[in-house]
């Protein structure tokens, strides 16, 4: 008999199947919007064996919806005050719970994964969720997945051969704005949040990766702006001002005249307004710095004036170009989490709207622009995470896991979606639909060919290696053959030598327009066949595929256009900068 404490659920299901929860060994990778809901959940509903992980720490700005944490907790790892506080909400669990990344903690292999009987995400970024769909694909363990972004939101069931995987369906790429709409030609404060992004590097990281290094009507030309950036780096602590200053008027005046003489926004509907110096370089110079102690209550929301603006800037030089930060310059990169950098790209975007008249942003609107940040909606994450559990027990009641004989879950799971408004016949907020077989095309389940474009005279083994292999298609430690030669191997020293030499020039014959490359990664338990098919630097656009790679087809070949497989997910830190997502 089981305890009193569970009599909701052995209502619901019954006396074996609730065993069969309570025993079952299950998963949760993330504890943090929707980790502490779901947590809280199978507590509740009799799952005693749980294992969480979760990498980060505890941040303030979680505790309005993770409500595991509480003020005390904060800098504390969230997996391990999540385990805590279930055990406190029932002293049956046994929990595990491990501070750790899913993708790079050596514990976490595909033998670890073997011993659960269901995985369930909670994660928000896209990287996370490929790694632990490639696991339980490996594993063969069904998975659970979920994502929320504002009011939307969405649940599905993934097993390998059963149901199509979260890497059947192309993901939405990331909005590429054109660089002349960046540079000359913005309309939206986005398009200002994107340049002061590109300013920030220019100031203080790459400087020759940034966008507005070169001059863009005289190729290879330093931009007229350049030498007045680039002095900002190379003052003092105390010549930061004047510095800023002089490289304020030369982006937000200069320029601005100069491309205005050059009949650059002849057929504009608005023309820019150059910003003049007594408001940007005294305002530099003399408005006092916001310090921690005296920025208003509201300064955060406020929409700074352009001399504070020009002081916010100055005061982030200042402590950038300072003695113990200094070491760091020329290799800065914005994040929108780092206090100094989000400062200096809000009063930066915001100069810019002001020359180009467009509404400007608070510290916060240009941090959610910055970041891609949606507001996280408490409510979605907790309906998201009850139809997670409802999955769970699915999978038990119709016998998908913990039976000898396996019903396929594609016959009873369930892809839902959740709605901001009722939509459909019914009228209903959360739509149910059957889920999609494995997808033929799919390289990590159904080991389709990978047709990959490159210029095989131009690219290097290292190249394809780092931007194909590793960031187009995610593999962590791939080993390369052709045929029976390896070309890639991380434990082959030997082979090391390879990696500089243009793909064409590879011993055996090279790799050249047809080839046939076997990939192979131990860590994830993937082998794809990736056909290389050459197509020359020139016949690609430069502007919109900077890395000159086509993956043709596969998870990897994402539409133009958002398509409603599209996974809508919390924060999703892999699409930047946002705004534009489409969806429905
Ligand atoms: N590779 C990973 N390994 C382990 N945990 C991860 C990994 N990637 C993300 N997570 C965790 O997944 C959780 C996702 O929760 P959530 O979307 O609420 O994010 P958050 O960082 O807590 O909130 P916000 O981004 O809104 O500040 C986070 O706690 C995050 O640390
Ligand atoms: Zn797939």
């Known amino acids: 008999m089981a305890q009193p404490r569970y009599d909701h659920s052995v209502a619901g299901l019954g006396e074996a199947n609730f065993e069969k929860l309570r025993t079952c060994k299950v998963l949760v990778v993330g504890a943090g919007g929707i980790g502490c809901e779901l947590l809280k959940n199978l507590v509740l509903v009799g799952c005693e064996k749980l294992t969480v992980v979760d990498l980060d720490t505890i941040d303030v700005s979680n505790l309005n919806r993770q409500f595991l944490f509480r003020k005390k907790h904060v800098g504390k790892s969230k997996a391990e005050v999540a385990g805590e506080a279930i055990k406190r909400f029932n002293p049956n669990v046994e929990v595990e719970a491990i501070h750790g990344n899913i993708i790079t903690n050596p514990l976490f292999k595909v033998d670890w994964f073997r011993g659960f009987d269901a995985v369930i995400n909670a994660l928000d970024n896209v990287d996370a969720r490929r790694h632990v769909n490639r696991m339980c694909l490996a594993a063969d363990k069904p998975l659970i997945e979920a994502g929320t972004t504002g009011f939307l939101g969405q649940v599905f069931c993934i097993r390998k051969g059963e149901t199509a995987c979260y890497e059947c369906f192309p993901k939405p790429q990331r909005v590429v704005y054109p660089i002349c709409t960046i540079r000359s030609t913005p309309s939206q404060p986005v398009h200002c949040v994107v340049w002061a992004k590109e300013l920030f590097k220019l100031l203080f990281g790459d400087a020759s990766a940034s966008m507005l290094f070169d001059d863009p009507a005289a190729e290879g030309e330093p931009s007229s702006f350049a030498s007045a950036c680039a002095a900002v780096r190379t003052t003092s602590v105390d010549g930061a001002s004047k510095a800023v200053g002089a490289a304020l008027a030369a982006l937000c005046d200069a320029e601005v005249k100069a491309q205005l003489a050059l009949g650059t926004y002849k057929t504009a509907k608005k023309v820019p307004t150059p910003l003049s110096s007594p408001e940007l370089t005294d305002g530099a110079a003399s408005q006092p710095p916001s310090t921690i102690t005296n920025r208003p209550a509201d300064w955060d929301r406020a929409v700074w004036t352009a001399p504070q603006c020009s002081a916010e800037i100055a005061e982030v030089a200042r402590e950038l170009l300072s003695n113990d ?33 467009i509404d400007p942003l608070s510290l916060y609107e240009a941090k959610g622009v910055a970041g891609n940040i949606v507001p996280a909606i408490a409510t979605t994450n907790a309906v998201v995470a009850g139809l997670q559990v409802l999955e769970l027990l699915r999978l038990v009641e119709q016998k998908c896991i913990l039976s000898e004989e396996r019903t396929s879950l594609a016959e009873v799971g369930r892809y839902t979606y959740c709605q901001r408004f009722p939509t459909g016949r019914k009228c209903e907020l959360l739509q149910p639909v059957a889920l999609e077989g494995p997808q033929p095309t799919c390289y990590v389940c159904r080991n389709a060919t990978i047709p990959v474009a490159l210029d095989t005279n131009e690219t290097t083994l290292q190249t394809f290696v780092d931007v194909v292999l590793k960031k187009k298609l995610g593999f962590i430690d791939p080993a390369v053959d052709k045929g029976n030669s390896g070309l890639v191997d991380s434990e082959d020293e030997g082979l090391a030598r390879n990696l500089p030499l243009t793909l064409a020039k590879l011993p055996a014959g090279g790799v050249v327009n047809g080839t046939l490359l076997c990939v192979n990664d131990f860590q994830i338990d993937l082998e794809v066949n990736v056909e290389v098919r050459h197509k020359a630097n020139k016949d690609f656009d430069e502007k919109a595929n900077p890395e000159r790679v086509d993956i043709l087809t596969g998870a990897a070949a994402a539409p133009a256009v958002a398509t409603h497989h599209d996974f809508i997910s919390q924060n999703d830190e892999n699409s930047e900068p946002a705004a534009k997502k489409a969806r429905h």
Do not use: I
């Open 325 to 357: 930060m200094k070491e760091r310059l020329g290799s800065w990169e914005f994040d929108k989490d780092d206090e100094a950098s989000m400062r200096f790209v809000a009063a930066a975007a915001n100069l810019r709207c002001r020359v180009f008249h």
